[in-house]
């Protein structure tokens, strides 16, 4: 009775943000895949991503950009996140400040940062002129995207990391060490497997935010194209949107996809840790 | 399978923490081979902390020497020590089943696979959970995961087995049946045990000598009888079991309490003593009795506990037979021997 009464209410409630869902996600979702077959090519549009060379390539560099940003982020953030967790040193507030200060910089600054450090008036560039003779330049590559993007990915996994890190029980390290584990095993047995859900969950985010990210690409002007610069081009300069669009779902679903497979391995491994 | 017992003695033994906190006062303990030596005291009294020195957890401070066997094993980390831990937290590693949990001290050690698995099977039997083998740590009850984390200590062959209030997070019939069990083991296997609570009914059960402790400091080292019969001081007197006080005078042979006399055969003077609620008696019709109220009557079952005043100056604790009818209100009249007195100087 009164849980009916409940429900009730709970589904009232949930009214407006259903009206938001339906209004500014599945109905330009929709527009998108129709936009994207309604081109000359049709649904060939699809095809395309994949016998286009150009499309093909730009779909394989942001995903495996993605990929090594991620995994570089988290092994940096592990050793990092866990140091910062179990030190107090003077400074350490000061450092976690500096570390987590890309947070509020949009995509746009991170690139100017990156152009700052390793362009072609960089800091880099000038030092090895000095010492070698010759300028190191890479921030207009791969290199200068992996870089911009590792510089903004860092925070959230580092305070992620650190907040998991904070509730590993001290007991369990200390189990393993009285049965004979050296810090490295306990390190892979007990540490690890406790960061596990924190790492994937981080690591996910992390994932999807580089897939997505265009403000650094954008400032960087690279001679690779990541995929939402591929996206903005084919809409803006070549006025392709059927491309643009179907380019828009693929990136939107290999995104969701990657969260969905890590919601499910750190469901699976918070549920072994009970 | 008998893991022959380690002798374990610490010299000068002190910790202060980082943040100044003396957490133990110099400390000198010899534990006997295969003996259990039970640390007993409240909470803060630094029980834990002589634990973690000498599991290896903690270093103590300059000129502390701990030895296992004619070992000076002060330097060695806890990985190097051999030692086995039970937590009161249970510490089981989450990401491994019940068997992988037992195992893994094996594995560390590279115990080939087959003599692995053989090891593993004997010590859940030894726990009777065999079987628990394949079930993950989280479908385990409190009693259960207990018995896992002896067995994966036990599984190593430790040279000395450190429990750190292993029942306290259990329920009280559990708890009593995993003591039982405990005690069988450790005599059994005659392994040397260090044993931290702050209940003094486990302590008496498990110990074979007692080590009691204040503020960091021992108040009193014994067997489980010496402690309770002759406790060295108040602090030791009031912390184990129930303690009545006593103060009166004794005066042509006759002891005079507010209760009325007994006969007494020690010289005249004031008489400051402490006695057991056990070895205060109700008094025979016609022999000499103190008389008092009795204040409140608990039936307990194997025995039922009076509060009793104008007996002594305070009231007395009193332990009367179950088969006596008593109630609140009645008057009684107690006895007592004079070897039951426990003479406290301070
Ligand atoms: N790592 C530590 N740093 C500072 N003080 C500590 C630390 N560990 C324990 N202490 C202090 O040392 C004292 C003894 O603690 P402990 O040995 O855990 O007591 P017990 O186990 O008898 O309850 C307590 O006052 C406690 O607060
Ligand atoms: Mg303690």
Request: net charge neutral; charged share 20%.
């Amino acid at each position: 009775m009164s849980d009916m009464r409940e429900n009730t209410l709970l589904a009232l409630l949930l009214a407006p943000a259903l009206l938001v869902f339906v209004a500014f996600f599945l109905l330009p979702i929709g527009r998108l895949a129709l936009a994207a077959g309604s081109g000359p090519d049709g649904i060939m549009a699809y095809a395309a991503i994949l016998t286009d060379a150009r499309y093909r390539e730009s779909l394989i560099a942001t995903v495996l950009l993605s990929a090594g940003v991620t995994l570089a982020t988290l092994a940096l953030c592990a050793v990092c996140g866990l140091f910062l967790e179990r030190n107090r040193f003077p400074g350490r507030a000061v450092l976690i400040g500096i570390m987590t200060l890309p947070l509020s910089f949009p995509g746009v600054v991170v690139g100017f940062l990156v152009i700052m450090l390793a362009g072609r008036q960089g800091l880099i560039g000038d030092l090895t002129q000095a010492l070698t003779g010759s300028k190191l330049v890479f921030a207009y590559s791969m290199a200068g995207l992996f870089i911009g993007y590792l510089y903004f990915s860092i925070p959230r996994v580092i305070l992620t990391v650190m907040a998991s890190a904070e509730k590993l029980d001290r007991r369990l390290e200390e189990a393993a060490r009285s049965l004979g584990a050296s810090t490295f095993a306990v390190t892979r047995d007990v540490i690890l497997p406790g960061l596990l859900p924190a790492l994937l969950s981080s690591g996910a985010i992390c994932f999807a935010t580089s897939m997505g990210a265009f403000g650094t690409a954008f400032t960087l002007a690279t001679n690779i194209d990541v995929l939402p610069m591929v996206i903005y081009t084919e809409f803006t300069l070549h006025a392709n949107i059927a491309m643009a669009a179907a380019l828009s779902l693929i990136l939107g679903l290999i995104t969701w996809a990657v969260l969905a497979l890590a919601r499910t391995a750190a469901g699976s491994s918070v549920a072994a840790a009970g | 399978m008998t893991t022959p017992g380690t002798r374990i003695r610490l010299t000068g033994c002190a910790k202060t923490f980082a943040d100044g906190t003396r957490a133990l006062e110099p400390l000198d303990l010899e534990v006997n081979a295969g003996e259990t030596l039970v640390f007993l005291g409240p909470s803060g009294c630094g029980k834990t902390t002589t634990l973690r020195l000498i599991a290896g957890l903690e270093m103590p401070d300059a000129c502390g020497r701990i030895l296992f066997d004619d070992e000076d094993v002060t330097a060695l980390p806890i990985e190097k020590r051999n030692v086995g831990m039970v937590f009161q937290s249970y510490a089981l590693f989450p990401n491994m089943s019940v068997a992988g949990n037992i195992a893994y001290g094996l594995k560390i050690r590279r115990v080939p696979e087959a003599e692995r698995r053989r090891r593993v099977a004997e010590m859940l039997e030894m726990m009777r959970i065999t079987e628990l083998a394949d079930r993950s740590i989280d479908q385990l009850s409190g009693g259960q995961r207990q018995r896992v984390a002896l067995a994966r200590a036990l599984a190593v062959e430790p040279r000395v087995l450190l429990l750190d209030e292993p029942l306290t997070a259990l329920d009280a019939k559990l708890r009593e049946d995993l003591r039982l069990e405990i005690d069988r083991l450790l005599r059994r296997l005659g392994i040397t045990a260090i044993y931290v609570t702050h209940d003094q009914a486990e302590a008496m059960a498990l110990g074979d000598r007692i080590v009691v402790m204040s503020k960091g400091k021992v108040a009193q080292i014994g067997r489980p009888r010496d402690i309770y019969l002759k406790p060295a001081d108040r602090f030791v007197a009031d912390f184990i079991g129930n303690i009545n006080r006593l103060s009166g005078m004794v005066r042509n042979g006759l002891l005079e309490l507010p209760g009325g006399t007994l006969p007494w055969d020690s010289p005249d003077g004031p008489l400051q003593a402490a006695l057991r609620p056990e070895s205060l008696r109700i008094a025979e019709d016609g022999l000499p009795g103190l008389t008092g109220t009795v204040i409140s009557a608990f039936f307990l079952g194997d025995r039922q506990r009076l509060l009793v005043e104008g007996v002594a100056p305070e009231p007395l604790i009193v332990d009367a037979p179950n088969r006596i009818e008593i109630s609140a209100g009645d008057t009684v009249r107690l006895t007592f021997d004079a070897d039951a007195l426990i003479p406290l100087s301070h």
